[in-house]
């Protein structure tokens, strides 16, 4: 009598819904798992969304009658995992459970022990997944044969063993089967699809987790690259986000990968991770010819701070002059902030902020420092007096230069300039604004924070309700400081920026309202507002922005 073949169940939980973006690692190890067994073991993927309860997500599991059930667990779905395991055993399976993943690769032992997980997969899944259930396969796949049968296996945690554990090492070369080729991962539906082209970091910032790899950074070979590419554009694919935590890291390899992209990758927009150190001229024309942007990890502008942390070297005016060859070619780019990093206190995140701000980014990113378990900067916490939450996502709650009030502060400075400046699209007009305030950004946004209050995301949901506070703030500020001259043209740039942003952003059409004469506003023959508003003519008009193939067109209404 032939046994029914087994399955194996592998569950993904991603930060939004499950249309939204790939779940790339589930479907990398699921294609290596078919390319080793073929028709030998069934695999099933599975997909959870951030608003789903564990009920819910381990009914669908169980809905493919699994012989074994695999959880790829971040830092932001541990907890989720967790509560999905619960349930599983709770309704009587009793097959064997295991985890891969980041979080797993960085706590095995405890996360074991939380989700009552029969092995752990450290390090990349692929080739030890599949070594694993090869060992696990004459046995079947029971809950309790795991921890015998996988003793001294490389790469293989297992609850309680931790003295035995041993780590595998990565391979030199990526010859992996491509998820995108063998059909377990797909981009038709998807919002967005996240893209491998390599592994590894040639840098080490501390509190990550990409620079700790034995073999420095591996690319995947450039004809599967194209091979994956091809697909993306068959399948209608609209936003490619590349994973490559520097993607500029060699520059003839990027060159040649930012040709192939601009020739065969038809209306795809691209989202990259770039060393801003690392850009020349060749390569910020190169990034031009795509529908691209850049995010860029500035972290702190303090150059004490970041070589605590791995990065040294900063130097604020040749950086400066790097994201400046990205303006002169057009190119979209933004800057990540962390604040809470070893060495750095409020006064030097704001100092950071008016620096990031100060070189008009298209957008600017603010994180408090989470202190992940396995990176150097956790092994190290105790030497910085770090408290750090015990739990995902392993936030600083407090340190001797960064004390819970401040960070708290910097946190209520960090919202006001992702709804301010960030979502509410102000580049080109921010520092105008600020200007004849006086004021330096870092302080102009922590007044924002205390005039929005404690939930300034609930104010302003969408950009028009973003625009109502700009406005609103903007005149509060300029009419304490007898500036009132100065808010009629200042409102109607914000105005026209705005229907500007929304027609390129949302593909929405406004009428704009103006008071001041359109050419001052639309096109001004200087930067300065107080010169501008010197020069401007009272002509009250009315423009319609809508979107274009080249741009918004500008049209007056009669």
Known sequence: MNRPRPTLSLLAVGVGEPSETVPLGIASVAAAIEAAFGSGLSVVLVEGGAGEDGDRMAAKLLAGEPSIVGFSVYSWNRAKMGEVARTLRARGFDGALFAGGPEASADPFSLAADLDLCFVVVGEGEETSVDALRKLSPGGFARGEAPDLLMGMPGVALPGREAEFKRRSAPEALRLPSPWIG??????????????????????????????????????????????????????????????????????????????????GGDVAWKFEARAELLDKSLSRAFARLNASIQIGLQSANPEVLALVGRPGFDPDRFAAKVSLLDAEGVTWGLDLIYGLPGDDIGGFRRSLDYALGLSPNHLDLFPLTVLPGTELAERAHEFGFV???????????????????????????????????????????????????????????????????????????????????????????????????????????????????????????????????????????????????????????????????????????
């Open 183 to 264: 059909g377990q991962a797909s981009g038709a539906g998807r919002d967005e699809v996240v893209w491998e082209l390599s592994r590894g970091c040639a840098f080490h910032c501390t509190y990550c987790y990409e620079g700790r790899g034995e073999n420095g950074v591996r690319a995947f070979p450039r004809d599967r690259i194209a091979a994956e590419l091809e697909i993306f554009v068959r399948d209608g694919v609209r936003r490619v986000f590349v994973l490559d935590p520097t993607f500029n890291w060699k520059r003839e390899r990027a060159l040649d990968l930012l040709g192939l992209f601009a020739e065969r």
């Open 388 to 558: 750090v939450e015990g739990a995902a996502p392993h936030l600083l709650l407090d340190s001797p230069h960064f004390p819970a009030a401040d960070l708290a502060e910097a946190g209520d400075i960090a919202r006001a300039c992702d709804l301010f400046y960030t979502k509410g699209r102000a580049v080109s007009w921010f520092l105008r604004a600020l200007a004849p305030l006086r004021v330096r950004p870092s302080t102009f946004l922590g007044r924002l924070a205390k005039w929005l209050g404690p939930e300034p995301l609930k104010a302003g949901r969408d950009s028009e309700a973003i625009e109502k506070i700009q406005l609103a703030f903007i005149e509060e500020e300029y009419r304490g400081r007898d500036l009132d001259r100065l808010l009629p043209l200042l409102k109607d740039i914000v105005r026209f920026e705005g229907a500007w942003g929304r027609a390129i952003g949302e593909g929405k059409t406004g009428i704009v309202e103006l008071s001041t004469e359109a050419g001052f506003v639309v096109d001004p023959p200087c930067w300065d507002l107080r010169e501008l508003a010197k020069r401007a003519r009272t002509r009250p008009s009315r423009l319609r922005v809508s979107p274009g193939r080249e741009g918004p067109k500008i049209s007056t209404v009669t």
